[in-house]
Every structure is written in structure tokens, then in C-alpha cells.
């Protein structure tokens, strides 16, 4: 069964740095997008950082500059590497991925449990 791993979550002072990585396991044919959302109590689910196949990447406003995505495909993982964190960045982080399990299947979409970054003023 595909699923999706997430860790590196924590609690940081801020200005402190994370990173977070994010597996697909099992066997896939392709992951075409894997992207880091996040969820902060009260507010709805946003995209922080996604990036393609090819390494096209995309960043929201608020962490330009401070958050870098990557990936390894031959690891089929995505990691996230923030530095400067502030405590507005505090929320559960999501990973995505779009991918197709095998070539005759659809692609879908696959969303990790979620991992909670903190940053403390």
C-alpha cells in the first residue's frame, strides 16, 4: 500500500532552523508533484512549497527566501528546509504528493498524517 511518511517536526525557538522530510513508500510509476501544506488552529489548510517531477518549484509570499524544497527521486522523498522560522510559521505540516500507482491507474493525490512545527518567541 502506498503511503506517505513524514518527520522531522519540533519545537524551535525563533530564528531556529527545521527540516522535514516526506517518503512515498511502496510501489508507485511516477510521482509527479510532492508539495508541504500547512494547517495553524482556526485557519484553513495552505500550500507552503511545492515542487515537479523536473524540480519546478513554487513558494507561498510569507516564506520566500527562508523555506527551500527539494526532493531526491530516487528516494521518492521530498524534504523542506526552514530556517528563520518565526512564530507565525507554528502549524501541523502536510505532506502531498501526486502521483500514479502504476500506468493504467488514474493519478491521486496522497496526503501524509501531518507533523507539528512549533516556534516559541
Known amino acids: 500500500q502506498v503511503q506517505l511518511v513524514e518527520s522531522g517536526g519540533g519545537s524551535v525557538q525563533a530564528g531556529g532552523s527545521l527540516r522535514l522530510s516526506c517518503t512515498v513508500s511502496g510501489s508507485i510509476f511516477n510521482i509527479y508533484i510532492m508539495g508541504w501544506y500547512r494547517q495553524a488552529p482556526g485557519k484553513e489548510r495552505e500550500l507552503v512549497a511545492s515542487?515537479?517531477?523536473?524540480?519546478?518549484?513554487n513558494y507561498a509570499d510569507s516564506v520566500k527566501d527562508r523555506f527551500t524544497i527539494s526532493r531526491d527521486n530516487a528516494k521518492n522523498t521530498a524534504y523542506l528546509q526552514m530556517k528563520s522560522l518565526k512564530p507565525e510559521d507554528t502549524a501541523n505540516y502536510y505532506c502531498n504528493a501526486e502521483l500514479r500507482v502504476r500506468l493504467a491507474t488514474p493519478r491521486t493525490s496522497l496526503w501524509g498524517q501531518g507533523t507539528q512545527v512549533t516556534v516559541s518567541s
Open positions: 515542487i515537479t517531477l523536473g524540480g519546478n518549484t
